[in-house]
T-cell receptor, first 112, second 114 residues
Framework: QKEVEQNSGPLSVPEGAIASLNCTYS??????FFWYRQYSGKSPELIMS????GDKEDGRFTAQLNKASQYVSLLIRDSQPSDSATYLC????????????FGTGTKLQVIP | DAGVIQSPRHEVTEMGQEVTLRCKPI?????LFWYRQTMMRGLELLIY????????DSGMPEDRFSAKMPNASFSTLKIQPSEPRDSAVYFC????????????FGDGTRLSIL
């Protein structure tokens, strides 16, 4: 089992819809969880961080964490074509030193 | 403020040659990370430094890979000899301790080994 797993996609959603991106992780002791957005040919960009169970909202983005199920998700409301990118889930499994393990990413396509 | 600066942006070389990738972290950041990204394996941490000292190099794939950080403002990742399977995008990232924020990434070096 991979430490951090994501569906590679592509996930296609129409403009204005809600995009739901999912991620599971293996280490039950993981403490910090992150979502990065990566446009084609660019470097990863941090868009959300979440540390406790529940939802965290930032503009059109909502991160959801369920530590019991070892599951973290990212919802994008009112999806825009500019949201088309690959979204990387990242998990800090050991705390302390900032060592973060990344999933392979889900490619999102927002169709105008 | 300047971000993480990597050079070169692109490198094409023949198998067997030595390759050196360079990184200048953000001033004041005491953590520096080297990542490799491929389609098959995604983004992988190779090695990271704290205060110029290598802390964890368990991600370095082989002895052909080495990394140094001679001072707080400069790091290198060297591959010698290079092989076609080393072709990837290599990212350098930096951060500061206690920020609870993961790394700030450079623009990456796209490496092609022929």
């Amino acid at each position: 089992q991979k430490e951090v797993e994501q569906n590679s996609g592509p996930l296609s959603v129409p403009e204005g819809a809600i995009a739901s991106l999912n991620c599971t992780y293996s280490d039950r002791g993981s403490q910090s969880f992150f979502w990065y957005r990566q446009y084609s040919g660019k470097s990863p960009e941090l868009i959300m961080s979440i540390y406790s169970n529940g939802d965290k909202e930032d503009g059109r983005f909502t991160a959801q964490l369920n530590k019991a199920s070892q599951y973290v998700s990212l919802l994008i409301r009112d999806s825009q074509p500019s949201d088309s990118a690959t979204y990387l889930c990242a998990v800090n499994m050991r705390g302390g030193y900032q060592k973060v393990t990344f999933g392979t990413g889900t490619k999102l396509q927002v169709i105008p | 403020d300047a971000g993480v600066i990597q050079s070169p942006r692109h490198e094409v070389t023949e198998m067997g040659q030595e390759v050196t990738l360079r990184c200048k972290p953000i001033s004041g950041h005491d953590y520096l990370f080297w990542y490799r990204q491929t389609m098959m394996r995604g983004l992988e941490l190779l090695i990271y430094f704290n205060n110029n000292v290598p802390i964890d190099d368990s991600g370095m794939p082989e002895d052909r890979f080495s990394a140094k950080m001679p001072n707080a403002s400069f790091s290198t990742l060297k591959i010698q000899p290079s092989e076609p399977r080393d072709s990837a995008v290599y990212f350098c990232a930096s951060d500061r301790r206690g920020s609870n924020q993961p790394q700030h990434f450079g623009d990456g070096t796209r490496l092609s080994i022929l």
